[in-house]
């Protein structure tokens, strides 16, 4: 490919170690795609709990652990709902909502229409004898009633901007961006994609196997017409996303770090100037032609840069006939009407550019000091080290992808709490989580040993126990004050969920039925398992900023899974009002915090955990010690706990629920006759959340006190 053998082969593996220092090599690869699978897993299993027959995918870099910490890609949720969409007559089903893809010449290549069909016999819904006229997701064209692609617009999440087929989430401070896609799912693979099962380049990629897999794996429509079709409104996209993602599963080492490299090439050079025209999986595209039509020995490591020169070089060809073929169906060109002619100048300047550079342009990539760092590894005049080891940033990702999955946990929690909780109370709540129990367990037992479902299922399973416990229990204080063998059963079954939260649920009802000296058994031994350095909060309830996990936390995960949530994370402490006699008095001020007024103001989506008392964990153990030795008369270890829960709310920068913490501690000022300390907490409680804050009761009750 080159004429210096010598200097690209030292410069390919030079750039293959530096990829391997930022984290792109087999065993992170391999992690990235466990957590990632893992937590689509877990979305699906939490559906399938409540019932519902959908199916969670997270596409995309992320899962297919094609990305780099500075590369921050953002996460692809697609969220196929259950029709039967057929290509054939012979597939349809009855008593099923089935669809039938229409392609003809008034569709662009890659696109369909959907024909509403019977669900009593193989036949197209009459539209002659239809009893009113087609709703705003229906549209009749000749004789056919057909789905409008609008269907899931309003379904969108609150927030997020519509992108195409996605809904966006996008500016949220200390977050990757996040595109939400609704689809529908196809069993048989698409007509048009037909011919690529029998195509075969001289790279023999990918195998008969890996297309045998492909095709079963059908396809998805998606609600996007495409950029010159005639329809808007009806045309539906048809996606290949499992297939592509197992075509990227096939790829070797370098081949994923060569999309890598073109990924930072576009990030650095070309869509900054350009509004973004370009797309990163245009460059999979890219990719995917390249090997397909390139000797499979040439993607080596020592060839990495000459195969990285290919791929730009293809990409500079279809910019320049502004037509990128999809790799699956041909016919679908990704670059149409995407590229003014102003930008493909710019484009074809800048590739041209770095493809002669040999190398060079790579220098001024700063994403994960790429550039700096491959300076270093070329012993090039001037390069200054960097301040991350290699160590360092792979501890930082294998964390990172911890508190992902635990973060996939208690989401999944706080999902299935609001989604039983009842306003008729705790026999119903009982009755639910009784139910999604009974559901998880028969769902174990049908999984194999192995699978991503079971594992996926025994992350559920304790959360979900502690919940019925406790909901057990609060109707055991109210009607004999006392705890039943069943609850502390369930509790017992939800202890090791994470290092504290289904303690803390256990203590707590221990310290409302009067148990004191049980209740502080199970503190001491909660604050035993709490180590300071390494135990991180974690808090679902709503979107805020994270700061770096603590170094300690980090340094746990290079050799492990997701076994050590249960070590090393600690979920925050959630109360339906529903178990309300297991909750302190001083907590259960957090179940009443909106006035009318302030309910205006929430978040019918986002802000429905405000109706419960909910409490980090760490802050909670403190405030639970400190009135449990207040109870036991025991002083020294009273103000001790006291103490630690001031240090707490100080110093701990993670905690989701800070203003609850400082409205615990006000309480125990106030027990202490600490007036003015106390109305000082409840200030900054309100300076850090001044609607739906139980701080403005407990200052007005604080100042009738004090006046009276």
């Not at 493909?344 to 550039?371: C, F, V």
């Not at 106030?670 to 109305?679: F, S, T």
Request: charged share 20%.
């Amino acid at each position: 490919m080159s004429l210096k053998p010598d200097y690209y082969q030292t410069v390919s593996l030079k750039l293959s170690e530096v990829l391997n220092d930022i984290g792109v090599h087999e065993r992170m690869i391999l992690k990235r795609r466990r957590m990632y699978l893992l937590k689509e897993t877990m979305s699906t299993c939490t559906e399938r709990l409540l019932g519902r027959n959908l199916s969670i995918y997270h596409f995309g870099s992320q899962s297919e652990g094609s990305t780099t910490i500075g590369l921050d890609s953002d996460t692809d949720t697609l969220t196929c709902h259950k029709c039967n969409v057929i290509q054939h007559w012979g597939e349809w089903q009855p008593d099923r909502r089935n669809l039938l893809m229409i392609q003809d010449e008034t569709t662009s290549p890659g696109y369909c229409l959907l024909q509403c069909l019977r669900n009593d016999e193989p036949l197209p819904i009459c539209t002659a004898v239809l009893d009113h006229e087609p709703d705003i997701y229906h549209t009749v064209i000749g004789d056919k009633l057909l789905l409008k692609n609008t269907l899931y617009r309003n379904v969108a999440v609150e927030g997020s901007v519509i992108n195409g087929p996605a809904a966006s989430m996008q500016g949220l401070p200390g977050f990757s961006d996040q595109d939400y896609v609704a689809a529908l799912h196809c069993n048989s693979w698409p007509a048009e994609a037909q011919p690529w099962l029998l195509r075969q380049g001289i790279g023999r990629w990918p195998t008969e196997d890996v297309k045998r897999y492909c095709e079963n794996t059908g396809c998805f429509v998606v609600p996007v017409s495409s950029k010159n079709g005639q329809h808007e409104e009806l045309e539906w996209r048809i996606s290949t996303s499992q297939a592509e993602r197992c075509l990227m599963f096939s790829l070797n080492i370098t081949q994923l770090r060569c999309y890598i490299l073109m990924k930072m090439i576009l990030k650095t050079f070309i869509n900054p100037g350009c509004n973004g025209v370009l797309s990163s999986f245009m460059c999979k595209t890219v990719l995917f032609h390249c090997i397909q039509n390139t000797h499979s020995n040439n993607w080596v490591q020592s060839n990495l840069l000459p195969c990285l020169m290919c791929c730009l070089t293809v990409l500079k060809n279809f910019v320049r006939q502004e037509n990128c073929p999809h790799f699956i169906i041909h016919e679908n060109n990704l670059m149409s009407e995407r590229i003014s002619l102003l930008n493909k100048y710019k484009i074809l300047e800048i590739l041209q550019n770095i493809i002669q550079s040999e190398g060079h342009a790579l220098l001024e990539i700063p994403i994960d000091d790429l550039g700096t760092r491959l300076m270093v590894k070329m012993n090039i005049d001037g390069a200054f080290q960097y301040h991350k080891t290699p160590a360092q940033i792979h501890a930082q990702i294998s964390a990172q992808l911890l508190l992902d999955i635990a973060g996939s946990v208690g989401a999944s929690h706080k999902f299935l709490n609001e989604e039983i909780n009842h306003d008729d109370g705790n026999a119903i709540v009982r009755e639910n989580l009784s139910n999604i129990i009974l559901t998880l367990t028969k769902m174990y037992r049908e999984v194999g040993f192995r699978s991503l479902e079971k594992s996926a299922l025994k992350l559920l399973a304790p959360p979900l126990s502690s919940s019925l416990g406790s909901v057990i229990a609060s109707h055991n204080i109210y009607t004999a004050h006392s705890i039943s063998p069943d609850a502390l059963a369930w509790f017992s079954a939800g202890l090791n969920s994470d290092v504290a939260s289904g303690r803390l649920k256990l203590a707590s009802a221990l310290y409302c039925v009067g148990d004191m000296e049980r209740a502080e058994f199970v503190l001491r031994n909660t604050k035993e398992k709490y180590d300071l350095n390494t135990v991180e909060p974690e808090c679902e309830c709503y979107n805020h900023p994270l700061n770096y996990p603590r170094q300690g936390f980090m340094h746990k995960f290079n050799t492990g899974n997701e076994e050590l949530i249960q070590h090393k994370t600690a979920f925050c402490v959630r109360f339906l009002q529903c178990e309300i006699n297991c909750v302190p008095e001083e907590l259960q001020y957090e179940m009443f915090r909106s006035t009318q007024e302030d309910r205006l103001e929430r978040d019918e989506l986002s802000d429905t955990w405000m109706d419960c008392a909910v409490v980090d964990c760490l802050p909670y153990l403190y405030f639970l010690q400190y009135k449990t030795y207040r109870a036991l008369q025991r002083v020294a270890d009273q103000q001790c706990a006291l103490a630690n829960l001031v240090t707490t709310i100080e110093t701990e920068l993670n905690l989701g629920h800070r203003e609850t913490a400082l409205n615990l501690l006000g309480q125990c000022m106030e027990k202490e006759n600490r007036h003015i300390d106390a109305l000082h907490c409840y200030m900054i409680s309100l300076n850090m959340r001044a609607r739906n804050n139980a701080a403005n009761f407990l200052i007005c009750r604080l100042l009738n006190e004090i006046v009276n």
